[in-house]
């Protein structure tokens, strides 16, 4: 885990010293000395908020925003129940996702934009033993909805969106698919080594920015969904929600140092590959990002994710990193 931790500081130490040095040679880039209303990027009382990829905001921007990212499994352990057997053996699960994502959003008017979203997932063992049990999960995912301004205050803004989720999910199981054909007791239907999904959801979300002072805000929302979902090997219709808060604190409105930080946390009914469970993941973020420019952000972002898995009580808690950047435009 510390060579993680040491690769993200290094990281961070040459986005500061890259980044600054390419804005740095614009005028008034670097050093806030742009007038506030030439600045792109959302803001409220003087602030600039410091958009991440865990949340979504309220504010009507037409922008450009992708992230990439990895996350690796911290130690975790998974049950294995031997072939003709009922006694348990305990393997290594050493699982990595990558993931990423591109959107796009275009304000319509002052008050209503739309937007369109594709992003991917793909979780794989990277051990024989963790390929074998939990197998191998690929997701696309597109999305398109409307975000409304509800309320616009001098700290504080409300907003609202509704959107259609589609997504593909590809699952590659071959611990299930050797087991039902060596267990001549168990009658299955389809014993299928690949299996393919397609869910479509429909959500609603609030969408909340407040900002006490130039220096920092927060970011909340809640969001309900009903569609269909992946339960074990079956689409089933149900209900999901996640709702999520951020602190960003900008260190360019009292200093020439043109960064920010951020903290946030997300629960979510949903795994991100898409599949139900009883019980939610929960994901935390440390983030640091470059505010120096009017209409470009780009960051680093730290997570800490807990996942349920179908086995009783086990959890697969991962660290992530990210790249993301977010162009406004007008």
């Given amino acids: 885990m510390k060579k993680y931790y040491s690769k993200f500081l290094l990281s961070i130490l040459i986005l500061v010293l890259s980044v600054n ?35 979504p905001n309220p504010f009507i ?17 998974l049950p294995l129940k031997r072939f003709g057997d009922s006694t348990n053996i305990q393997i290594n699960a050493d699982i990595t996702y990558t993931s990423g994502y591109f959107a796009f959003d275009y304000a319509i008017t002052d008050w209503a934009a739309i937007w369109l979203n594709f992003s991917g997932i793909a ?66 239907v389809n014993n299928s080594l690949v299996t393919n999904y397609n869910p479509l959801t429909g959500n609603i979300d609030l969408r909340f920015a407040y900002s006490p002072s130039p220096k920092w805000s927060l970011l909340a929302y809640v969001d309900g969904g009903y569609g269909e979902m992946i339960d074990i090997d079956t689409l089933v219709n149900k209900s999901s929600y996640s709702f999520g808060a951020s ?13 920010g930080f951020g903290a946030a946390f997300k629960i979510n009914s949903l795994s991100p590959t898409k599949q139900y469970n009883a019980k939610t993941t929960q994901a935390y973020m440390m983030q640091i990002i470059y505010t120096g420019s009017k ?21 697969i808690h991962l660290t992530s990193f990210n790249l993301g950047w977010t162009y406004y435009f007008r």
């Fill in 123 to 188: 979780r794989i063992g990277t051990n024989t033993a963790s390929i074998f049990v939990s197998g191998i999960t690929a997701n696309t995912n597109f999305e398109t909805g409307l975000l409304f301004k509800i309320k616009e205050f001098k700290k504080a803004q409300l907003s609202s969106s509704i959107s259609i989720n589609n997504s593909n999910s590809t699952q590659l199981s071959i611990y299930e698919y050797i087991k039902n054909i060596i267990d001549s007791n168990r009658y299955v």
């Fill in 295 to 315: 209409d470009f952000l780009i960051g680093l972002e730290s997570n800490y994710i807990t996942i349920p898995t179908q086995f009783n009580n086990i959890n």
């Fill in 21 to 55: 040095n390419i804005f740095s040679q614009g005028s008034g880039i670097g050093n806030n000395t742009f007038p506030i209303e030439d600045i792109q990027l959302p803001k409220l009382n003087g602030h600039k908020f410091i958009t991440n990829s865990f949340l």
């Fill in 247 to 259: 602190f960003t604190y900008d260190l360019g409105v009292s200093s020439s140092i043109p960064f």
């Fill in 61 to 77: 921007k037409s922008k450009i925003k992708s992230n990439l990212g990895f996350a690796t499994s911290l130690q975790t352990e």
